[in-house]
């Protein structure tokens, strides 16, 4: 991290940020890890901040840009320092003098160069047309199969809309408790409305903000995880919101340890693609597959039938995932309906859901991207 030492340097912080990512790191634990020990200003710590994220939010789009002015591919570092100019060049419009120099000063002296050439010659030619782009993948900067996957989905004015709007940063909320929250989430939570007394079942509850926030209402929440490490989280949230009804354990949401019948609030947050908060996690984008999509569509629906009977008559279940994959969320209710007809649908709650199939969604924009749907048992 040459620029590091000494003076603490924002830009060379994002680039060492940028380098980890590209070997397997997580854009939110390794961000936080660098920043601790940085001694950089507030200000800056929000510029490593954006220039991480959204470089790696932007990174198929940089690399279209840079490879342009490349006779090779670059090595790992030099590809991440392209990458931040580019980023900072295009879609910051920092002026070209800083980005370049600033860039530049931060890379490695091999590097230094190469990059210097490619991001004097970016600079130089001016900010492409959204018809100078090669495909609205590469300009949006998503793998090729999540654009297809959204406007088959959802269709184009809203698959491409909900793709442009992961591209901004996520607002962040926070509970009247202060616990930091979307509101999509919040809703999920309001829509079960336990009354007090009731029994709730969150079986994939980790980290705990959908069983806290249900805790304030229900009589007892059993909040559940299969990680033991993650169960932890659901304890430590808990206490410190000093929320004595809140019983974290650990277990395999489909092979709940609860009879059946059991509780009159079953929620079923499940694990998925999560491709309705890429504006959160900028390097899920280049993670996820379709492959993924079709192995937790399994193990939803897995959940699910585990779950539907532990609901007691009059109680309901809802299903939630933060993805609008039709694989994930309006196929898994149409096995749902077909494996359980004993559970009919409930309409979708009222206020900034939309209605989808049986149940309804929520587009990412000022909140995450989700999709809910709530049955009962008679």
């Known amino acids: 991290m040459s620029a590091v030492a000494g003076a603490p340097n924002a830009r060379a912080v994002a680039l060492r940020a940028l380098e980890r990512i590209e070997g397997g790191a997580y854009a939110n634990l390794v961000v936080p890890a660098l920043l601790g020990p940085s001694r950089l200003s507030p200000s800056d710590r929000h510029l490593v901040t954006e220039l991480v994220y959204g470089t790696t ?8 840009l840079v490879d342009r002015f490349l006779v090779k591919p670059p090595d790992r570092v030099a590809r991440a320092a392209l990458r931040l100019g580019a980023y900072q060049l295009e879609f910051m419009r920092v002026p070209p003098h800083a980005a370049v120099s600033q860039t530049v000063a931060a890379a490695p002296a091999r590097a230094r160069p190469l990059v210097n050439a490619v991001l004097r010659r970016l600079s130089a030619c001016g900010h492409p047309g959204e018809g100078d782009w090669p495909s609205d993948a590469v300009r949006l900067s998503y793998p090729d199969w999540v654009v297809e996957s959204f406007v088959h989905d959802l269709g184009r004015a809203t698959g491409m809309g909900a793709l442009e709007a992961m591209n901004r940063a996520g607002a962040v909320t926070v509970r009247d408790d202060g616990y930091v929250q979307d509101l999509a989430s919040q809703w999920v939570a309001a829509a079960l409305a336990p009354a007090p007394g009731q029994t709730v079942l969150d079986l994939c509850a980790a980290p705990g903000g959908k069983a806290t926030a249900l805790a304030g209402a229900a009589g007892l929440v059993a909040a559940m995880d299969v990680r033991p490490s993650r169960v932890g989280l659901i304890a430590d949230n808990a206490r410190r919101l ?7 354990l650990a277990g395999d949401a489909t092979r709940p340890p609860f009879r059946d019948g059991c509780a009159d609030r079953v929620l079923v947050d499940a694990p998925c693609s999560g491709l309705g908060v890429l504006h959160r996690r900028p390097d899920a ?30 109680g309901i279940l809802a299903y939630s995932v933060c993805t609008l994959t039709a694989a994930e969320t309006t196929d898994v209710d149409a096995w749902l309906a077909e494996a359980h007809p004993e559970l009919r649908p409930v309409g979708p709650p009222p206020g900034p859901w939309e209605p989808w199939g049986r149940g309804a969604r929520v587009l990412p924009g000022e909140t995450d991207g989700m999709f809910l749907v709530i049955v009962a048992r008679s």
């Open 57 to 64: 939010r932007m990174r198929r789009a940089c690399d279209w």
């Open 242 to 248: 000093a929320l004595g009804n809140v019983a974290p």
């Open 285 to 314: 984008r280049w993670r996820v597959t379709p492959k993924d999509v079709s192995d937790l569509a399994a193990l939803q629906r897995r959940i699910l039938d585990a779950a539907a009977t532990l609901v007691a008559p009059g």
